[in-house]
């Protein structure tokens, strides 16, 4: 495996994944629901999520290999882990793209203009018809 994306490559991929609608949506929907409590689940999965990332650190400086997500598994747990943890991936990485149309759809629709002339959501938030048509574009 040879390594040529270099550390700014990676970090700039690295933020790209991490940094999307869905983490505003996330606070503002975790702030409605449990109010100031909401900023002790962020810091307990602050604390989670690095702790994943060292093991997964550690993992990659141990076994470069390509795959990780599912090489790891797979030494770890045998041919099914792998499996199980190549899908999983793979399903993350496909729906990814919807969920984000989705929350933009959703940030578009609190403008005045396209509220009241394009009306993307319903009061439930489910898409409306112009909604779904926007979706499709």
Not at 53 to 69: I, N, S
Not at 86 to 112: C, I, K, R
Request: charged share 10%; aromatic share 10%; hydrophobic share 55%.
């Amino acid at each position: 495996m040879r390594r040529s994306v270099g550390f700014h490559g990676l970090m700039f991929v690295s933020l790209g994944s991490i940094i999307g609608s869905g983490w505003l949506l996330g606070a503002l929907k975790a702030a409605k629901v449990a109010g100031p409590a909401s900023l002790v689940s962020w810091m307990l999965t602050a604390v989670i999520m690095a702790t994943l990332a060292l093991v997964h650190a550690e993992l990659g400086a141990a076994y470069p290999v390509a795959g990780g997500t599912a090489r790891y598994l797979a030494l770890a747990y045998g041919v099914l882990g792998g499996f199980v943890g190549g899908w999983v991936a793979w399903l993350q990485a496909v729906a990814l793209a919807p969920v984000e149309v989705e929350a933009s759809l959703e940030y578009l629709d609190n403008v005045t203009w396209i509220k009241q002339h394009l009306n993307l959501l319903s009061p439930s938030g489910t898409l409306t018809a112009s909604g779904f048509a926007a979706r499709r574009c």
